[in-house]
């Protein structure tokens, strides 16, 4: 082999061997954040309770504060004192986000499904949601039915979208979507005019509310359209790190923090209006509390 030939074998070698390295890194996320010393949290702007911002780069909610206490314990299996630097995400980049390496753990409002589960992994289940309809108070409208030629919203990327189409479907009504391009652009959609009702999670429609100019002006109406398991979300194939925000998880719980932490953020005052979201608890998810796991949604709908 002469001289040029094995300075290309070498190089290729390396090309090789760099990307796998590069590779193994990214998926072993507390090998990646000791060898950093930062951990990059993915937040909403306007996901309910769940997530949202206070503006000036502050983020806070009942999964911030659940993967505040995930962090506590990355710090511990560290060994050090790590910097939390927040991103913000949409449901459209979340996912790819969390893939690339770019966010190390979503604390939002993330539904957990099997064809995410082919991408993403998700700890145990934090939150069961309702998918549920809101309208303003005086629309008339109380159920999906009645939704026959009017202008529904919906967040571009979420699961909802699958939810009104299927139920479309079902019913034969024919309404059209428009679709905001986070939480608060769907609500901002229905609170204009622009729509006559919003699609969404229950709790996302709840916060916007409760935080709204008036939230008398608007009700939360109709069937349950879908119930859905909402998770924090990890890389795929950490074994380690899911692990560790399990047991975090799994920690609190057992200790009651978790349902107290749900309790701050869902049935008292919160920031920055000191509103209340007032929704406590459903069954649903205590259960999912009592028995803890990471299920995905098509799990919840068998019957």
Request: some cysteine; hydrophobic content about 40%; glycine content about 6%.
């Amino acid at each position: 082999m002469n001289r040029h030939l094995i300075s290309w074998a070498a190089a290729s070698a390396c090309a090789v061997l760099f990307p796998l390295t590069a590779s193994a890194q990214a998926t072993d996320t507390l090998a990646k954040v000791k060898a950093s010393g930062v951990i990059t949290m993915g937040v909403r702007d306007s996901s309910g309770a769940l997530s949202y911002t206070l503006g000036d780069g502050k983020y806070v909610g009942y999964h911030v504060d659940i993967c505040q206490r995930i962090v506590a314990n990355v710090e511990k299996a560290v060994g050090k004192k790590v910097e939390v630097k927040y991103q913000s995400v949409t449901s459209q980049n979340r996912i790819p986000l969390v893939q690339n390496g770019t966010v190390d753990i979503e604390c939002g409002s993330t539904t957990n499904n099997a064809t995410r589960q082919k991408d993403v992994a998700f700890a145990v289940t934090t939150y069961v949601e309702e998918v549920r309809i809101a309208v303003k108070a005086d629309s008339g409208i109380t159920s999906i039915a009645q939704l026959d030629k009017k202008n529904v919203a919906t967040t571009t990327g979420t699961t909802s979208v699958q939810t009104l189409r299927k139920n479309e479907r079902a019913t034969g009504v024919d309404f059209k979507e428009v679709y905001g391009k986070d939480h608060s652009d769907s609500f901002l959609l229905l609170e204009s005019g622009r729509a006559d009702a919003f699609v969404m999670d229950g709790q996302i429609l709840a916060g916007n509310i409760a935080t709204s100019k008036t939230p008398t002006d608007f009700r939360i109406v109709g069937e349950v359209l879908s119930v859905e398991p909402i998770a924090i979300m990890l890389r795929k194939d950490d074994p380690a790190f899911k692990k560790l925000a399990d047991d975090t998880i799994r920690e609190l719980q057992k200790s009651g923090e978790l349902a107290k932490l749900y309790d701050r953020w869902f049935l008292f005052p919160i920031p920055p209006k000191n509103t209340r979201v007032g929704l406590p608890a459903s069954e649903t998810t205590k259960a999912a509390w009592a028995n803890l796991n990471d299920k995905p949604m098509e799990d919840y709908t068998k019957k």
